[in-house]
């Protein structure tokens, strides 16, 4: 038993959007490949991540959160709100406060990716 102040569920959101940068990050590494083999990390560009999949890129990264998105399995679907900039949980009490904040690589650069849980 366990007592009634242990918010089990506030701890699996702020597991599950620590996994969803984890992934993030692990996508754009990919892609990063996908752009180098294809010659195409200046700029902005697009790139065959798969047959049936093409993604946005900056500089050999995703632009955005929504392109990073294609190439990303975030199941259920329900439980994400994809903001172009960000991917928020939407059970969270404050759904802005539960989320990773993405930015596009800059020129040379890597992609920042910023992770906040107080509101999951």
């Known amino acids: ?3 009634k102040f242990v918010d089990l ?3 699996a959101r ?3 959007m620590k996994g969803v940068e984890a992934s993030m990050r692990g996508a754009n590494t990919m892609l990063y490949g996908k752009a180098a083999s294809q010659n195409k ?3 902005a560009q697009t790139i065959s991540a798969t047959s049936t999949i093409s993604v946005g890129i900056t500089n050999g990264y995703a632009t955005d959160t929504t ?6 399995d975030l199941s259920p679907s329900g439980d994400f709100n994809n903001t172009g900039s960000a ?3 939407n059970g969270a009490t404050t759904v802005a406060s539960c989320q990773v904040a993405y930015t596009a690589a800059g ?4 992609p920042n990716y910023v992770t ?3 509101g999951c």
Not at 67 to 72: F, I, P, S
Not at 107 to 110: D, H, I, L, N
């Open 41 to 43: 990390l200046s700029g």
């Open 14 to 16: 702020t597991g599950v």
């Open 87 to 89: 991917i928020q949980h």
């Open 67 to 72: 392109e990073l998105a294609k190439v990303m």
């Open 9 to 11: 569920s506030s701890d």
């Open 107 to 110: 020129a040379g650069g890597t």
């Open 116 to 118: 906040t849980t107080s």
């Open 1 to 3: 038993a366990l007592p």
